[in-house]
């Protein structure tokens, strides 16, 4: 494969770019560079078809994908009623959201060395027995203490198959038709995540909070059951070194800074169950010792997660405009529902409802944004998407107890709709840019980071949002006034944060081993 970037050096990523991964010890480089006997062709009868297999398998990992992702926001409206039906704190509901995420932190890190030790076949069927246990559990939880145990195995599950589905499609879909594979990605990792709280409103409204889980129960053992027969190995496997080192490091790293990151909104609410220097500070250190640690194993390719991927230019500026989107995308995620709620006065079945119409525009979008992708390049997609991302939020700080939700509705879509035309050109362009041998890093890296700014975007906005209502009360606004000036404050920094995605997108460039013949680098 061509290097990442044309004034990229490709010594500085410490291997050759064109070069077969490095065997492991005993096993020739002949034997290495062999392909498996389980994996297939990716494409068939020329370079525009996929191989028959190879579309089925992508398939099952895109539904299934969705369903697990859903679930990690599906929480968020049935809180109030939980805390009724448990007898518990708004705290310790939180902790069901929390526990998931921190999962998820914890668990992702790792698949970089999972996606290339064992099979796809394997960490499918694993990913979703996990899922489905965790899901029956939640679903026949007596209390609080069995319910968070299956959440926690959800998670454990769900943190395996979004890396698994983009590792897979980079391995087996050609360059030229990433965009719009990655358009169709792209459905599962932020659509997915947004109609979260529509569903379970809608559920709730009708249900008892169980059936959340009943109800997406069959779906995950119909996914289980298909992948067993359909799915098989598109990708091949080595044998790489564990890490203990490294998975004790990125345990504390990643799990004490999104636990950190989560306590910010409650700490600013006075919720907090520790006070918040001691899980950053570990966070902090930890993560400084998981970065030296990989520093030194990746020079001999044993790392757990490897960080020569931030050597590609591509990957780096990507990753500033992921981070930036992801945050805008969970702090609205969090803040619009409490607005709907705590300013307009609708309850939660209206509030997912409204928040409908932005998920399908996203939905509608990515697949299109996918196919402009392979024809375009990423920069005449990415450069006004940051723009229209921009505007939505500005347009934002302008809601009060007043505002029609017809312009709410609009503005949720047009946040959407520019999220839509940011989140494929960068996942494609991001993973694009790396050599293969880095595929698995580098989908590991930006999922984790996701779940951070996923967790950095709540804790901002909550924060932000709860700091402007008790300066409004304190200048003797009302309850409603004063929440809608929390809520102005939180999108008005949300706002000026998203300048920083603005100013990125100009410097977003299609990688030279992503392009068609005859295609200008873009």
Known sequence: MAPAHPEQDPASLSIDPSAQPVPAAGTSRRAAAAPSASAAPSVSGGRDKLDPRTKTVIGLLLVSSFVVILNETIMSVALPRLMADLNISAGTAQWLTTGFMLTMAVVIPATGFLLQRFSMRGLFLTAMSLFSAGTLLAALAPGFGTLLG????????????????????LNAVPAHRRGQMMGTISIVIAVAPAIGPTVSGIILNALDWRWMFWLVLPIALLSLILGAVKVQNLTETKRVPFDVLSIVLSTFAFGGLIFGLSSIGEAAQGKELMPLWIPLTVGVLAMAGFVLRQLVLQRTDSALMDLRTFA???????????????????????????????????????????????????????????????????RPLVIPGAVVLSGALWGMTLLTDQTPTGLVILLHCLLNAGLGFIFTPLFTSALGSLDKSLYSHGSAIINTLQQLAGAAGTAVFI????????????????????????????FFWGAAVSLVAVAASFFVRRPTNELPEGLAAH
Do not use: E
């Open 463 to 490: 924060t932000l949002m709860t700091t402007g209502t008790t300066a409004a009360l304190a200048d003797g606004a009302s309850a409603v006034g004063a929440a809608a000036s929390g809520v102005h404050t939180a």
């Open 312 to 378: 590609s230019k591509p990957f780096v500026v990507a990753i500033v405009m992921v981070l930036v989107s992801m945050m805008a995308l969970f702090g609205c995620l969090i803040v619009l529902p409490l607005y709907l709620q705590n300013v307009l006065g609708l309850d939660t079945l209206h509030t997912g409802l409204l928040l409908l119409p932005g998920g399908a525009v996203m939905a509608i979008l990515s697949p299109i944004v996918g196919n402009l992708f392979d024809r375009f390049g990423p």
């Open 150 to 169: 299956g959440r926690v195995i959800q998670a454990g599950g769900t943190a395996i198959m979004l890396p698994l589905l983009m590792t897979t499609v």
